[in-house]
């Protein structure tokens, strides 16, 4: 199949800008000694949960039915953190997970007994507390920081215990969201302040996700720097759980040009929307690379790219083209793979869009196509 014949709209996994991610995170484990695990979070194509498997150490999930994919579908290390848990599902979780991470003491307690004896294999879960460092290295992105004020999400140092139960093993923070070492060096002096005393009577300390290890201008030294230190300083084995940054561009969606109308400016009207298909757009803010496209007033022609849904706001953004572009034209947004399949949804019943390889070879190979039914399953 060629990118013409594809349905739209169509997510496209880039199986060869996929597998430089992998290599630069494989690398960075076996110099360092360090454990990366796929947050899935970010992006959970399982078809290529074997391929990601090859260079990884395993996935970490949200819940339940993250951790049931993790270890159904790459079946090595599984992790799971959520912020409270159900009884039912901490009986499974135990059965499939190596390490558990509660959100407070209470939690632990409540959930310690189940955890305790252990799996039927004869495994055993090891079990960590999340912590918040109070430490906020973020700027603009309230809703994706988790040392905000009044954050749910880790026990924060003045709800410590002055010593750990026996049986907590590790701690765990995720401050982070698309940054640099600089910003997780900073979060973790903050947390070794607070929390450093802890430190040598543990397994392990897990830097949580939001690290973008993969792009270009990481400071990958000084990653490496950080993990070598905490693994001298305190004999930890040291967990982190990107998740954009195994996909980080290599994904793309495709779409149609429906219509053109006119209201100040031309207004693309596509198959593909901002709320339904990319929520990011509209909740970081972000707006996605377009293949061939230019910022707004970069280009001869600007049009405002929105979607077939009833939001008003359902718009990507304002792009310039060097050709005005017309109604049946296809349009690829780039950075496509990370929470885009993970977050979509059906409002106004629109379509989800397919799912595509494309091969290193160039192939264009469909993975999976949804129709009413998927529609129709969601609701009763």
């Known amino acids: 199949m060629t990118w013409d014949e594809l349905p739209t709209p169509c997510y496209v996994v880039d199986e060869k800008k996929l597998k430089q991610n992998l290599i630069i ?20 194509m399982f078809s290529l949960y074997p391929l990601i498997g090859e260079y990884i150490s395993g996935t970490t999930a ?106 907590i093993e590790g701690l765990h923070f995720h401050t982070l969201c698309e940054q640099n070492a600089d910003d997780l060096c900073t979060t973790f002096r903050a947390f070794e302040k607070k929390f450093g005393s802890y430190l040598p009577s543990l397994k392990w300390l897990n830097l949580g996700g939001g690290h973008h290890i993969t792009r270009q201008d990481y400071r990958l030294d000084e990653l490496k720097e950080l993990i070598s230190y905490i693994r001298k300083t305190y004999g930890l084995t040291v967990y982190l759980e990107p998740g954009e940054a195994i ?21 693309l009207i596509l198959d593909a929307s901002a709320a339904c298909h990319m929520p990011d757009v509209l909740e970081m803010p972000y707006r996605p690379p377009l293949k061939g496209g230019y910022p707004a007033g970069e280009a001869p022609f600007t049009c405002r790219l929105s979607s077939m849904t009833c939001l008003a706001g ?22 496509m793979a990370i929470y885009s399949m993970v977050k979509n949804n059906t409002f106004n019943g629109m379509p989800l869009p397919a799912i595509a390889l494309l091969r290193e070879d160039g192939r264009v190979e469909i993975i999976k196509e949804f129709g009413y039914e998927d529609f129709k399953g969601r609701l009763s």
């Open 25 to 44: 995170l494989q690398n960075l484990e076996r110099e360092t000694g360090c454990h990366i695990l796929l947050a899935q979070k970010a992006f959970s």
């Open 62 to 167: 949200s819940g339940l039915y993250e951790a049931r994919l993790g270890h159904e579908e790459m079946g090595k290390e599984n992790h799971v953190f959520a912020p409270a848990y159900k009884e039912a599902d901490m009986r499974e979780l135990v059965e499939i997970c190596d390490h558990i991470v509660f959100n407070s003491f209470a939690q632990y307690e409540k959930h310690r007994k189940t955890c305790l004896p252990g799996r039927a294999d004869g495994g055993r879960v090891s079990m960590g507390i999340r912590v918040n460092p109070e430490c906020s290295t973020q700027e603009g992105h309230a809703i994706y920081d988790p040392c905000g004020a009044y954050s749910r999400l880790g026990v924060i140092r003045s709800e410590f215990p002055e010593e750990l139960p026996g049986d």
């Open 247 to 267: 996909a980080l561009n290599a994904g793309y969606l495709v779409t149609e040009v429906m219509d053109i109308v006119h209201n100040g400016m031309d207004i």
């Open 314 to 335: 359902d718009v990507i953004g304002d792009y310039s083209f060097e050709k005005m572009p017309e109604i049946g034209d296809r349009l690829v947004f780039e950075d």
